[in-house]
């Protein structure tokens, strides 16, 4: 076959060759692989996975694929024990988003790494992609992995400041106009400036709430949501990002109502938000949340990534009312023991027990 020539598999065109794999990749040619992808995040960058890595016992294992026609992808990926077999994620929930990372992806080059990660060696490689990449990891992934159905919501930041107020629903606009017009203050903290006072006064508060939303005893949502989000993990995290990790909260006669972390980089990714009493009654968490995608709009990015919305309707009208489109895409994983069956069996008996209410 002539280099650089075509074949088909499964439907599939497949480059002549496959690519060459560097692992973990080197940080500066990772780094201008980023710059070449208008629809990176935060969690796709070097910094993102440094952060993780200083924070946590997981360990750097991404991958740098190369192609002969000069292409360049990053996978982030990582992995609690410096083994070859070692269960590796990219990321694991509550940690993000992963996925490729560079310019020119399709559905030939997810092939080629889906292939990769299936035959590496690992027991377990979970991947978790940019859902905007939905459609090429659609074409390719489910022929080497197991596919699990995900929902999330994206803003396009396309347009004046004036034209996105504009795309606010009728109901999402009044309640921003209301906030306003009352005693409430926006302000913002770029690395990690009150973070105790977002984790105690709106975070903590939350977590009860969300376990009575849920049929969930308080304890036990206090004990879930503090494991998941533990204080320590947001403090790594936001003294590694720098400036990029931005809380925004509303603060009502000087008292916090609402606030949001936005992580900031090729495009701004809202990745956690909280309120309290005072922030459900006052139309707080609306005006917080607007603030954060005029302020993303003020750093000149494409896309303010809303995270996920799953099955929750409520959540996804909120989301829609700023104007967020959403996206139906699949995590991926390739496993050689059944981490996922025995995951979902255990959580699944856990939760009839206590009859939780997914929401």
Same mark, same amino acid.
């Given at each position: 076959m002539v280099d650089g020539e075509k074949s088909v598999v499964g439907g599939l065109p497949l480059l002549a060759n496959a690519p060459s794999v560097v692992s973990p990749a080197p940080v500066e040619i990772w780094s201008e692989v980023l710059a070449c992808d208008p629809n990176a995040v935060v969690g796709q960058a070097p910094i993102w996975t440094r952060a993780l890595v200083a924070g946590t016992r997981w360990k750097d294992c991404s991958r740098l694929y190369e192609f002969d026609d000069g292409r360049r992808f990053v996978l982030p990926l990582v992995r609690r024990f410096d083994a070859r077999q070692a269960p590796q994620s990219g990321f694991a929930p509550s940690w993000g988003i992963g996925g490729l990372v560079g310019a020119g992806l399709d559905a030939s080059v997810v092939s080629h790494v889906c292939q990769d990660l299936a035959s590496a060696g690992s027991l377990s490689v979970h991947v978790r992609p940019n859902p905007t990449q939905a459609a090429h990891w659609a074409e390719a992934g489910p022929r080497f992995g197991t596919a699990i159905q995900r929902r999330a919501h994206v803003l396009s930041l396309q347009g004046s400041r004036n034209e996105l107020f504009a795309g606010l629903s009728s109901s999402t606009r009044r309640r921003v106009r209301k906030a306003e017009r009352g005693t409430l203050e926006i302000v /913002?903290?770029?690395?990690? !400036?009150?973070?105790?006072?977002?984790?105690?006064?709106?975070?903590?508060?939350?977590?009860?709430?969300?376990?009575?939303?849920?049929?969930?005893?308080? @304890?036990?949502?206090?004990?879930?949501? +503090?494991?998941? !989000?533990?204080?320590?993990?947001?403090?790594?995290?936001? +003294?590694?990002?720098?400036?990029? @990790? =931005?809380?925004?909260?509303?603060?009502?006669?000087?008292?916090?109502? *609402?606030? #949001?972390?936005?992580?900031?980089?090729? #495009? *701004?990714?809202?990745?956690?938000?909280?309120? #309290?009493?005072?922030?459900?009654?006052?139309?707080?968490?609306?005006?917080?949340?607007?603030?954060?995608?005029?302020?993303?709009? +003020?750093?000149? =990015?494409?896309? @303010?990534?809303?995270?996920? /919305?799953?099955? #929750?309707?409520?959540?996804?009208?909120?989301?829609?009312?700023?104007?967020?489109?959403?996206?139906?895409?699949?995590?991926?994983?390739?496993?050689? @023991?059944?981490?996922?069956?025995?995951?979902?069996?255990?959580?699944?008996? =856990?939760?009839r027990i206590l009859r939780f209410k997914d929401k």
């Open positions: /913002s903290y770029a690395g990690g !400036d009150e973070l105790d006072t977002y984790y105690d006064e709106l975070y903590l508060p939350s977590l009860a709430r969300w376990g009575a939303a849920q049929n969930e005893p308080e @304890f036990l949502a206090r004990v879930r949501g +503090q494991h998941r !989000d533990p204080r320590a993990k947001l403090k790594a995290l936001a +003294q590694g990002l720098g400036e990029s @990790f =931005v809380l925004t909260m509303a603060l009502i006669d000087g008292r916090p109502a *609402a606030g #949001n972390i936005v992580l900031i980089g090729p #495009n *701004a990714h809202y990745t956690r938000g909280a309120m #309290n009493e005072l922030g459900a009654s006052s139309g707080a968490s609306h005006a917080t949340m607007w603030h954060a995608i005029a302020a993303a709009k +003020q750093r000149d =990015v494409s896309w @303010f990534h809303m995270g996920e /919305s799953g099955t #929750n309707e409520g959540m996804a009208r909120y989301k829609e009312g700023f104007g967020a489109t959403a996206y139906d895409y699949c995590e991926y994983r390739f496993e050689r @023991f059944p981490f996922l069956a025995i995951d979902t069996a255990l959580r699944s008996g =856990v939760k």
